[in-house]
């Protein structure tokens, strides 16, 4: 089985997540492309859907889901995203793709956080996989330095901007003992608009997809 196919896997599990006429949050990435092409087959059974990038919401558009402005949006029981890095706890990475700061706003307005991955996400402690930082350019020379102080190695995504305006800042060396400790003291550095830090709000269910199928495992 390859990744690809196990992300499919995970993505079509997180399809019984999904609420008869319900508005339903959605991630960003290829593992969220697969859940968005499994949502287009169900879209008579759903309201709609808010976005977490514009990617996402062209796609979804392209399978005739109705999008909603999330100003306008108070209830939705379900976000449904990938991620970069998992933890036990379901503490996670994200931003690989840029799109860190819609997705922890819309993940926030949902009741639950259904994690869809594929196994070689899953880690014993995070930091590997380097943390984006969404900065506000005329800061990112400060967060840069604030960053090295606090013990990563920040380098600028080339040529990237992301749907909100900003630049990243991909953080290497870290070894992400405290998640949540760390979520809050990155965010606390002004120019920072957020990390991909999920540790605070992590993930409610994990659909994490194997060559054996589709394990799910529920947050502590
Ligand atoms: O900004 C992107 C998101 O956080 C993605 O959910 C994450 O990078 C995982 O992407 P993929 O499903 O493509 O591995």
Known sequence: MTQDEMKQAAAEAALAFVEEGSIVGVGTGSTANHFIDGLGRMKSRIRGAVASSEASAERLAGHGIELFDLNHVSEMPVYVDGADEIDASLAMIKGGGGALTREKIVAEVATRFVCICD??????????????????????????????????????????????????????????????????????????????????????????????????????
């Open 119 to 220: 196994e070689t996400k899953q880690v014993e402690v995070l930091g590997h996989y380097p943390l984006p930082v969404e900065v506000i350019p005329m800061a990112q020379a400060l967060v840069a330095r604030e960053l090295s102080a606090l013990g990563g190695r920040p380098v600028p995504r080339a040529g990237f901007v992301t749907d909100n305006g900003n630049l990243i800042l991909d953080v290497h060396g870290l070894e992400i003992r405290d998640p949540a400790g760390l979520e809050t003291a990155i965010n606390q550095i002004p120019g920072v608009v957020t990390n991909g830090l999920f540790a605070r709000r992590g993930a409610d269910v994990l659909l994490l997809a194997t060559p054996n199928g589709v394990r799910k495992l529920t947050a502590a």
